[in-house]
């Protein structure tokens, strides 16, 4: 989050960053309004879903 507060200016694509087991995603759109819309995914662990090994 700091990279994002750092470019206070703004961007012109989609920034995104992911744990390493790519268990939650956050992606981050700077709006023409000066405002950062964030959202986030979040996966299951595959085990505790029932799944093998992690892909």
Same mark, same amino acid.
Not at 5 to 30: I, K, M, Q, Y
């Given at each position: 989050?700091?990279?994002?507060?750092?470019?206070?200016?703004?961007?012109?694509?989609? $920034?995104?960053? #992911?744990?390493?087991?790519?268990?939650?995603?956050?992606? %981050?759109?700077?709006?023409?309004?000066?405002?950062?819309?964030?959202? $986030?995914?979040? #996966?299951?662990?595959?085990?505790?879903?029932?799944?093998? %090994?992690?892909?």
């Amino acid at each position: 989050m700091e990279e994002l507060a750092a470019d206070f200016r703004g961007w012109d694509c989609e $920034w995104s960053r #992911r744990t390493n087991d790519h268990d939650l995603t956050v992606p %981050a759109v700077f709006r023409s309004s000066g405002y950062v819309g964030l959202t $986030w995914a979040l #996966r299951p662990w595959p085990r505790a879903a029932g799944g093998g %090994a992690p892909l």
